[in-house]
């Protein structure tokens, strides 16, 4: 029997089409075995359908093919055998208008080639047969979806314990219902975790993890095997380093290697910081930070010089979760990262040079050293609140030679705090302000970068405009805040 050309849903169990009380469908030849599935459903009624089935397929037909003198030849027989070679699940026969009941020698054929025979009951279509099996495809695929998405907010969860590599093979294995393990370079086991596999099934697991371990161009990234009644499965984890995933189950649901992927990305995540010892420099630098020590002093530790704060967020509705917080983080060269509500931070060494990232927009401060960070992140916040508001992927805080630079320092922000003195302690109406003046006196721009409704943005630069008693529309007035407002 041929493998059928699976669909991207899951098949639906033979049983379940039969336990649906609406279509009356009744199993009345061949074997009734609970593993048997279809893939969809197929009405023809020529006498050889073998050239039109894919396979995998429930065949509808009312008998129209069939001759008068069939009975007492070999065309049943020949009409069931195409079917089972052409890999057909089962089929399915209607009665009426052509024929009263089921013939005698179609059942009789269906038994010896052990092909499940389903009879129709006349108040049953065949286009009602076949919307219900899209009915069960639908909800499978729809249970297997909400699967994946319970295990990857769990192996998410399990990767940030504080014991990551152990707590993900075992939520892993749980998941699939078999083993996981974790391969080293040298092909030993470094950790593992659920119900033991048989000797052959380990051994075999064994060899795969040889397959995808990194050995010159053209290695696979991941491989698949069954042996012994076990499906095996390895992935190959990092940009070369030689760890590797395997996987152990009885059985291989649609959704286990989307499963299997989100831990071999998290695993990679980290076998990459155990292996380089990035993680232990980090919390060294944590560390000495909580006890006392500058930024100047840990930023070797961290490995640059002069940095860049880079502010992202995701162009979907939903906040980024820590998975995709830590891609983001990879594709732009920093394990430096911090996810908080909808933003991502990352800390970046300058000569690393942050480029757009599909699926984000991003705002990037001024070069800075490690004492000048916090005035880098309040840069990528208004960097990202502009790029959101001109909806550009990318935006870089202006770090050319400006008018401020002719004026000393600590006149610049007594200037400053002076002009600004009558807005008081309101950062919403600073904010609104600065904002609003960045994007040329932009209404919608301005609360489009603010998260804010247009009129509350006309609300606060009234307020502004009259505690400030200063005409906004006038250029002059416009450039005099905006040198104010540009101090950190």
């Not at 070679?85 to 054929?109: N, S």
């Not at 319970?150 to 990767?159: G, I, K, N, T, V």
């Not at 998260?451 to 416009?478: F, G, Y």
Request: charged residues 20%; contains cysteine.
């Amino acid at each position: 029997m041929p493998d059928p050309a699976v669909p991207p849903t899951p098949p639906v169990p033979l049983a379940a089409l039969l336990a649906r009380e609406d279509l009356g469908l009744r199993q009345i030849a061949g074997p009734s075995d609970p593993s048997t599935v279809i893939h969809w459903a197929h009405t023809s009624e020529m006498a050889d359908p073998y050239p039109y089935l894919l396979g995998g397929e429930l065949l509808l037909t009312a008998g129209v093919h069939i001759p008068e003198a069939a009975g007492t030849g070999t065309y049943f027989d020949d009409y069931v055998s195409r079917v089972v070679a052409a890999g057909g699940a089962a089929l399915g026969f209607g009665l009426a208008p052509v024929h009263d009941t089921v013939p005698r020698a179609l059942v009789a054929a269906c038994e010896a080639w052990e092909l499940p025979l389903l009879e129709v009951p006349p108040r049953t279509t065949f286009s009602g047969v076949a919307r219900a099996v899209w009915q069960l495809m639908a909800q499978a695929r729809h249970a297997e979806l909400r699967r994946v998405t319970e295990a990857q907010q769990s192996l998410a969860a399990a990767a940030s314990r504080p014991d990551p590599v152990p707590s993900v093979l075992r939520q892993l294995a749980q998941r699939v219902g078999g083993r996981a393990v974790l391969f080293g370079p040298d092909g030993a086991e470094l950790a593992a975790a659920g119900r033991p596999a048989e000797p052959a099934a380990r051994t075999a697991l064994t060899e795969l993890a040889q397959v995808v371990r990194p050995s010159g161009p053209g290695t696979p990234n991941s491989a698949t095997h069954a042996t012994v009644g076990t499906h095996l499965a390895a992935y190959s984890l990092g940009a070369g380093r030689g760890f590797v995933l395997g996987v152990a189950a009885p059985h291989r649901d649609p959704g286990d290697h989307t499963i299997a992927s989100v831990a071999a990305v998290l695993l990679s995540l980290l076998t990459g910081e155990h292996q380089s010892g990035s993680e232990a420099a980090r919390s060294s630098a944590l560390v000495r930070l909580l006890l006392g020590a500058s930024a100047e002093d840990v930023a070797p530790l961290l490995g640059g010089g002069r940095w860049v704060v880079v502010h992202a967020r995701p162009d979907t509705p939903t906040a980024p979760d820590p998975v995709a917080a830590s891609a983001l983080g990879a594709a732009l060269g920093s394990p430096l990262i911090d996810v908080a509500r909808e933003v991502v931070r990352v800390l970046l060494p300058a000569e690393r040079e942050p480029g757009p990232q599909p699926g984000w927009t991003l705002g990037v401060s001024a070069a800075a050293g490690p004492a000048e960070w916090a005035v880098a992140d309040a840069q990528a916040g208004r960097a990202l609140a502009r790029a959101r508001a001109v909806r550009s992927g990318l935006v870089r805080y202006g770090a050319r030679p400006a008018l401020a630079d002719l004026v000393p320092e600590a006149e610049a922000e007594a200037h400053a705090r002076a002009l600004l003195a009558r807005l008081g302690n309101a950062p919403a109406l600073t904010d609104t302000l600065r904002t609003w003046l960045s994007l040329h006196g932009s209404w919608d721009r301005t609360a489009v970068a603010l998260d804010v409704h247009r009129n509350t943005v006309r609300q606060r630069i009234a307020k502004c405009a009259a505690l400030l008693e200063a005409d906004l529309d006038d250029p002059d007035v416009r450039m005099e805040l905006w040198f104010a407002l540009r101090r950190p």
